[in-house]
């Protein structure tokens, strides 16, 4: 286990650019917290605390608990090894997706959580809430769901041709970035799949006001592109390789690992601004905050970002 309540303040001298065309305070990157490893997929729970998944701790964590003060401390639950996707589920626990199964985490215990075996989960991918009150996860060519009062009464249904990255949802659907297929899938829990393709090798998609948007750093320029109905935004973002998406205060925000920072597009799609991160930093993973804030992963400096002023 791992404390610390270490936060580097980061200036203008580390590259942090104001971002144009926002009315009053603008996002602006106000503080950065270190983590023990490479920080992977990140989420919030109900009382605005922020949890990210480790691999590589040099102390052998596997998740890291940021509370809005800025303390940092870091566990290793027995059941939680080399997880992958992480989110809230409704029942106020946090879910990790790791091969061959998914964690339940307890945020007020976190290492009394329980692991679930789930055999078709062998390439394990983001975990999201969804239609029918279930968690639903794609691996391979298999979705997955559940009750998350009883994961191992799982559900899972073939995709044909999909190669599934990232996973998202609407009131109705579930939407998965399909990397293999050069697509994104549309699914009706109870109904059939629909197609849209995008070329390239699609890396995550994410769900907001009706509408999806999709990463897709496999694209030559690399782009992202918004779901709207039948029609297909598309925006180009050469050299970025977008990756996580959030959607919060009418906006997308996209992490460009490349890039060293955050895209952020109107809901409908269109032009990009971007928020510059710091020099090495490799922001992949991104969820929004309480109190108009966002937080990042940065792989590459292994460190997590928060991002305030994003409502203004």
Request: positive net charge; proline residues 7%.
């Amino acid at each position: 286990m791992r404390r610390t309540g270490g936060i580097t303040l980061l200036v203008a001298a580390l590259g942090i650019l104001a971002m144009p065309g926002f009315a009053g305070a603008k996002p602006e990157v106000d503080g950065v917290f270190d983590v023990s490893g490479t920080p992977g997929q990140i989420t919030e729970d109900e009382k605005g605390v922020v949890w990210v998944l480790l691999s590589g701790s040099s102390e052998n964590n596997t998740i890291a608990r940021i509370k809005p003060n800025g303390d940092v401390k870091e566990y290793a639950p027995a059941a939680l090894a080399n997880g992958v996707g992480l989110t809230l589920g409704r029942d106020g626990n946090l879910w990790a997706t790791q091969n061959g199964g998914v964690v339940r985490i307890p945020p007020d215990k976190p290492n009394d959580a329980t692991d679930f075996n789930i055999a078709a989960i062998n390439d394990p991918r983001r975990i999201t809430p969804g239609p029918k009150g279930k968690l639903w996860t794609a691996s391979g060519d298999k979705l997955v769901s559940f009750i998350p009062g009883d994961p191992e009464d799982f559900h899972e249904r073939t995709i044909d041709g999909m190669a599934a990255r990232g996973i998202a949802s609407t009131s109705k659907h579930v939407w998965i970035a399909d990397f293999g297929g050069q697509r994104v899938v549309r699914v009706k829990p109870a109904g059939p799949a629909k197609s849209f393709d995008v070329g390239g090798g699609p890396q995550e998609v994410g769900a907001g006001r009706g509408r999806v948007l999709y990463a897709n750093p496999g694209t030559d320029p690399q782009t992202v592109g918004v779901i709207d109905g039948k029609k297909i935004r598309k925006t180009k973002t050469p050299d970025s390789d977008p990756f996580g998406i959030t959607f919060t205060a009418g906006k997308w925000w996209v992490a460009n690992f490349a890039a060293r920072s955050l895209s952020i597009l109107p809901a409908q799609g269109g032009s990009a601004k971007r928020l510059r991160l710091p020099a090495n930093s490799g922001p992949r993973w991104v969820t929004t905050g309480k109190a108009d804030t966002l937080w990042v992963s940065l792989e590459t400096s292994e460190k997590v970002a928060r991002i305030k002023g994003v409502g203004d």
